[in-house]
């Protein structure tokens, strides 16, 4: 079974700077996709970003963008220019690019934002 | 678009009784939907697959029995807790896969429903 980890129960940042949340998992699969969500407070969860496994490129979306290490099996996630509004708690996911679609979350990473 | 809504969204039931927890796909079409449990301050936990028109495919540890799941629409999963308990009281989430085959995204997005908090007392 995959496992994935997140060894920072929680993080703090200040407003408009930068921070990196970390996410290590174990595979034996080749095929497969990663993901960061978010869950604010109101409990929705909202796909932050998303890689798959065969991109050697780093997914970026705005302000967040991922360092990807297959070969470490290691999928971090920046937040640049942090904002009051990206406090929240971070899920990163596995999802197997063989068998079934669903998504197996690390324990999660609560974001503190400070003024 | 890709909205997907749970109905309730809180629900508070006596032990004992059974309650119902909808999930609907609201703009596209789902074969396949998904039941997480999430305990306070906890990640989720996959408690079972949901496949249109055939049997739920159960994680390792949950009941069956207890937590009846039927799929009968492209549109539409139900999770029913049976002879709740106190213990069962907990945050549910939904989540279901677009196939793609109506809104042209790609399939292996998963939409999240708002969630269900279930308290029994």
């Known amino acids: 079974a995959q496992t994935v980890t997140q060894s920072q129960p929680e993080m703090s940042v200040q407003e408009a700077e930068t921070v990196t949340l970390s996410c290590t998992y174990d595979t034996s699969e080749s095929d497969y996709y990663l993901f960061w969500y978010k869950q604010p407070p109101s409990r929705q969860m909202i796909l932050v970003i998303r890689q798959e496994a065969y991109k050697q490129q780093n997914a970026t979306e705005n302000r967040f963008s991922v360092n990807f290490q297959k070969a470490a099996k290691s999928f971090s996630l920046k937040i640049s220019d942090s904002q009051l509004g990206d406090a929240a708690m971070y899920f990163c996911a596995y999802r197997s690019g063989n068998s079934g679609y669903a998504l197996n979350f690390g324990k999660g990473t609560s974001l503190l934002v400070t003024p | 678009g890709a909205v997907v809504s749970q109905h309730p969204s809180r629900v508070i039931c006596k032990s004992g009784t059974s309650v119902k927890i909808e999930c609907r796909s609201l703009d596209f079409q789902a074969t396949t939907m998904f039941w997480y449990r999430q305990f306070p301050k906890k990640s989720l936990m996959l408690m079972a697959t949901?496949?249109?028109?055939?049997?739920?495919?159960?994680e390792q540890g949950v009941e069956k029995d207890k937590f009846l799941i039927n799929h009968a629409s492209l549109t539409l999963s139900t999770l029913t807790v049976t002879s709740a308990h106190p213990e069962d009281s907990s945050f549910y989430i939904c989540?279901?896969?677009?196939?793609?085959?109506?809104?042209?995204?790609?399939?292996?997005?998963?939409?999240f429903g708002p969630g269900t908090r279930l308290t029994v007392t």
């Open positions: 989540s279901a896969r677009d196939h793609g085959g109506t809104s042209g995204r790609a399939s292996y997005e998963q939409y």
């Open positions: 949901s496949n249109e028109g055939s049997k739920a495919t159960y």
